[in-house]
């Protein structure tokens, strides 16, 4: 079955650039559309960006619109999300998700989840 691993989280400063990545060990997310969601102390996990399982461009939620970029390499099964300008609310458990035929904004909707990368902004 698909499993996922979040690697690329760290202590940044604010304005610095970071990528996640998100690895299905397993090699079977091929088929699945894949999503980044993240959650901040005392705070919901939120939908953050979206890509289908044919890849393509991505779909953000609005915070993330022109400092976040989603994107995959569908036969490594690896994702990627791209930060840049970090900003000290970006502080959070980033996830990576797995839906069958997906990539949308509904965590509910998503079956496959990692364990979370912490990213820390902090100066």
């Known amino acids: 079955q698909v499993q996922l691993v979040e690697t690329g989280g760290g202590y940044v400063q604010p304005g610095d650039s970071l990528r996640l990545s998100c690895v299905d060990s397993?090699?079977?997310?091929?088929?699945?559309?894949m999503g980044w969601f993240r959650q901040a102390p005392g705070k919901e996990r939120e939908f953050v960006a979206g890509?289908?399982?044919?890849?393509?461009?991505?779909n953000y939620a609005d915070f993330a619109k022109g400092r976040f970029t989603i994107s995959r390499e569908t036969f490594k099964n690896v994702v990627y999300l791209q930060i840049d300008r970090v900003e000290s609310e970006d502080t959070a458990v980033y996830y990576c998700?797995?839906?069958?035929?997906?990539?949308?904004?509904?965590?509910?909707?998503?079956?496959?989840w990692g364990q979370g990368t912490q990213v820390t902004v902090s100066s």
């Open positions: 890509i289908a399982w044919s890849g393509g461009t991505g």
């Open positions: 397993r090699g079977t997310t091929s088929a699945y559309g």
């Open positions: 998700a797995a839906e069958l035929m997906g990539g949308g904004g509904k965590a509910s909707h998503y079956t496959y």
